[in-house]
């Protein structure tokens, strides 16, 4: 009976792409290369996944923007695995600690990336006033 409410508790890739706001493509990339793979498969084939499932998934999402590759999404992810053992090993708490210092320089970089686009909206802006297009002399002399 377990099983069973199990397996309705299992979300088909539509609705894991849906919550995760990843294509199915990038779904199914992911299971070939071994990042996420569905818990279970149904009869008919289709991926199903759980709710550890999706959180991964949301997991590399995040890491997604700060441009983690796909080996570090991996390794993250075993990270994570080891860190929530009674014994996780010190060498997983440094490790997760380097990867942290480098979302943190990644996310600096964005926050700077943000500000230039934000000066050039301004000025943009500031262009297409079209009190900034009168000039010096254009006054009515």
Known sequence: MDRERERQQLLHIGAVAER???SLRTL????????VNPSERSEGGFRLYSEADVERILLIRRMK???FTLEQMRELLDITHDVAQPDAPIEARQKLQEIETIAIERRAALE??????D???SRLRDLSNPTHHEGPGTQGD
């Open 20 to 22: 995760t706001e990843l």
């Open 28 to 35: 199914r990339h992911y299971d070939e290369i071994g990042l």
């Open 65 to 67: 923007p700060l441009d």
């Open 112 to 117: 700077k990336k943000v500000a230039m686009a």
């Open 119 to 121: 000066e050039f909206l």
